[in-house]
């Protein structure tokens, strides 16, 4: 019951039409890369809707994959796998020993045009360089459209509505985000999450892994760690004497999105196309439903 509860919800907030709030404090919006400026990829980016209309011939799929990619035939993805049920090392998974509902999306976007993915993880903080140096192609990692980080990369249209909740040991008193006012909070570093309790103007510390946070609040050196919602679900799950505190009033919701570098239209437009589809036929909402049974499983 309890688990087919949690299943629902996540479902329900793949499906949910996007909402316009904005994560807190950070501005997110999902008007991205709806105004093109660039002009180099034009010839790519009509390409690419040549395609779309016809029944996807995969040599010309593929023709037009190489004018978006660093690399021929090859869709490069960066990501931070530390964030389950999005992305997450395992003995095997969908790519290589990555596995999750964005490696998955990755994988069947790359396939679905002509192509192969490759998965390159590194830090959190280090995608939106490698993007920008060429490193990867683009970024899918659970990632929080914030009006900062647009100045940084263009962000395809959102596959997934979030929002910041608290981990609480099951004792605590903290019910709401005012009483971490005089406690001790844990963040991971560049997360939404520290960009909220930075704005409430509270002091934290900050982890470079949402399970060192999570140790911390465990080993009672810390009363909460505030982190997306579906993440925070499997550290509940797989932690003892843990439990979520919501807030709506304090945290809005949160869209994730997929970075590319800024003017990549072509790969954009490639990947705005495949997310459309996939919210539609329900896809993306099946994937959430498959990786939070096996998260529930454990
Ligand atoms: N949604 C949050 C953000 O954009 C956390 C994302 C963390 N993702 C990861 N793959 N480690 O800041």
Redesign the pocket.
């Known amino acids: 019951m309890r688990k087919a509860t949690k299943t629902a919800a996540l479902v329900l907030a793949m499906t949910m039409a996007v909402s316009a709030l904005t994560a807190c404090g950070s501005g997110a919006d999902k008007t991205t890369g709806a105004d093109v400026t660039g002009t180099e990829n034009a010839e790519a980016a009509a390409g690419t809707e040549t395609a779309d209309t016809g029944a996807a011939d995969s040599a010309e799929a593929a023709d037009n994959a190489a004018a978006v990619t660093k690399t021929e035939g090859v869709l490069t993805f960066g ?2 796998a ?2 389950p049920p ?2 997450f090392v395992a003995a095997s998974g969908v790519i290589d020993q990555y596995d999750g509902i964005d490696i998955a999306i990755a994988k069947q976007i790359a396939e679905e045009n002509g192509m192969t993915a490759a998965i390159e993880n590194m830090e ?1 903080d280090s995608l939106l360089i490698a993007l920008e140096n060429g490193q990867i192609d683009a970024a899918i ?4 459209v914030t009006e900062d980080r647009k100045k940084s990369a263009d962000f395809s249209i959102p596959y997934y509505t ?1 929002t910041q909740v608290m981990i609480v040991k099951e004792d605590s008193d903290i019910a709401a985000a005012a009483d971490m006012a005089d406690k001790k909070i844990c963040v991971v570093q ?3 999450g520290e960009i909220c309790v930075q704005d409430m103007g509270y002091s934290y510390e900050a982890f470079k892994k949402g399970t060192e946070a999570i140790m911390e609040l465990v080993n009672g050196k810390c009363d909460v760690v505030v982190i ?1 919602s579906a993440t925070a679900q499997k550290y509940v799950n797989d932690n003892e004497g843990l439990k979520i505190v919501e807030d709506a009033s304090a945290f809005e919701s ?1 869209e ?1 999105a997929i970075a590319v570098k800024k003017g990549n239209t072509a790969l954009l437009d490639m990947l705005n196309t495949a997310i459309e589809t996939k919210l539609a036929d329900g896809t993306i909402s099946e994937l959430g439903a498959k990786y939070t049974e096996e998260i529930t499983a454990e």
């Open positions: 990501t931070n530390e964030f999005f992305e959190f990692a659970g990632m929080t979030a560049g997360y939404t997306d949160e994730y």
